[in-house]
């Protein structure tokens, strides 16, 4: 059974950038979540997506926007990019009502 | 808004020994709890949940007990070894579903 996996482990950006972080599913999952884990922080909900709609959303702003596709992959997308983004960005996939299990996370740095 | 609180960032316990992880929440919609692990490098990975019609969930040498009226949880590992090292995350949410929120975490080390 293949994990959730995402890429890039790591990225540096310049602030007004925008940027697109990916993962992968775990096998069997229909619903994928991303996190905003800040230094010494717990992860922050962002969103949701379950079968490619929206389904929850945390208290970030529109400038951060996701899609999930039809294999249940899915995107981030953080469009100009500021300073206080810098953080690991952790995506999570599960099964509708289920624990959920994490990829490793991208390091995103914004200089 | 800290609706989960892990009140200590860090725990040493000696190999053996029963660690004792706390964490505590305000939301009193929250009806679903679960305890994640992080190594370093790794992303967390799911420990043991419990939902609020219980008070007490076990698996292995992990326990979770849950106090409604305190709005408080812990986790219990006995006995604690080595690989337990960990930083340990509280999390919860209404319903199973979809947001979930998390604690600051509590780094456990556990000395051989």
């Known amino acids: 059974e293949t994990g959730v996996t995402q890429s890039p482990t790591h990225l540096i950006k310049t602030r007004g950038q925008q940027v697109t972080l990916r993962c992968s599913s775990q096998s069997g999952h229909n619903t994928v979540s991303w996190y905003q884990q800040a230094l010494g922080q717990g992860p922050q909900f962002i969103f949701q997506y379950y079968r490619e709609e929206e389904n929850g959303r945390g208290n970030f702003p529109p400038r951060f926007s996701g899609l999930q596709f039809p294999n249940y992959s899915s995107e981030l997308n953080v469009n100009a990019l500021e300073l206080d983004d810098s953080a690991l960005y952790l995506c999570?996939?599960?099964?509708?009502?289920?624990?959920?299990?994490f990829g490793d996370g991208t390091r995103l740095s914004i200089l | 808004d800290q609706q989960v609180k892990q009140n200590s960032p860090s725990l040493s316990v000696q190999e053996g020994r029963i660690s004792i992880l706390n964490c505590d929440y305000t939301?009193?919609?929250?009806?679903?709890f679960l305890w994640y692990k992080k190594y370093p490098a790794e992303g967390p990975t799911f420990l043991i949940s419990i939902s609020s019609i219980k008070d007490k969930n076990e698996d292995g040498r992990f326990t979770v007990f849950l106090n409604k009226s305190a709005k408080h949880l812990s986790l219990h590992i006995v006995p604690s070894q080595p690989g337990d090292s960990a930083v340990y995350f509280c999390a919860a949410s209404v319903d199973t579903g979809n947001q979930f929120y998390f604690g600051t975490g509590t780094s456990l080390t556990v000395i051989p």
């Open positions: 999570a996939s599960s099964r509708l009502g289920q624990p959920q299990h």
């Open positions: 939301n009193s919609m929250f009806d679903y």
